[in-house]
């Protein structure tokens, strides 16, 4: 299967789950993350969710799905206990044109929520297709390892060495390999040097 790899902006949009589990409970934190604005629907929550809901962070209604519950969503995840009824969401996802993700069970998914490094701006996206979580899961590991909490500070610096290149009408080319080079391996470790001694060090 080709997947198309997109990172979806979603601040103000609407989002629904249903299932206010711990199946559900990352997946409305990861949401939250975004921007999003989370309705929850569930026969019954978690205490964290329910914390949420009391803060006014998500909208939370204590009861059975209904197809309504679509109505000018985005996007809906599906994390019930129930198999049966996350099949139902999803078919009835579909028929609306609302992108549907049912947690664990591949083949009722538009869309598969990747194991995530987070440094700042920088995510690195991990997907199997739903094939082995627990594969995506270990490369995350390895690559927290190998991309370290420096890269945060780093990338914002990029960014606003663009934002001055851009805005000096630089012959387009000379821009394109000056911002290789400080994007490279080698200016990375010039400012991050093991010993303190890069020039980012005091």
Excluded at 12 to 32: F, M, P, Q, Y
């Amino acid at each position: 299967m080709n997947l198309f790899p997109i990172f979806l902006k979603l601040a103000g949009r609407r989002c629904l789950v249903v299932g206010a589990g711990n199946l559900g409970e990352s997946k409305i934190r990861s949401l939250l993350e975004a921007g999003a604005s989370v309705r929850v629907v569930a026969l019954a929550a978690s205490n964290a969710i329910a914390e949420l809901a009391d803060a006014g962070v998500i909208t939370f209604e204590q009861r059975g799905f209904e197809a309504r519950d679509l109505d000018d969503m985005f996007l809906v995840i599906a994390a019930t206990p129930v198999t049966d009824l996350n099949q139902a969401i999803f078919q009835e996802a579909q028929a609306r044109g609302v992108l549907c993700n049912a947690v664990d069970d591949p083949d009722h998914c538009d869309f598969y929520s990747g194991a995530v490094v987070r440094r700042g701006d920088l995510q690195i996206a991990i997907s199997t297709a739903g094939h082995s979580p627990a594969l995506a899961q270990r490369l995350r590991r390895q690559l927290e390892e190998q991309f370290g909490p420096e890269y945060s500070e780093w990338l914002e610096r990029l960014g606003s060495a663009r934002k001055q290149l851009f805005a000096t009408g630089i012959d387009p080319e000379v821009r394109r390999n000056l911002l290789h080079e400080i994007a490279s391996e080698g200016a990375f470790a010039a400012i991050h040097a093991p010993d303190g001694k890069g020039r980012g060090s005091n």
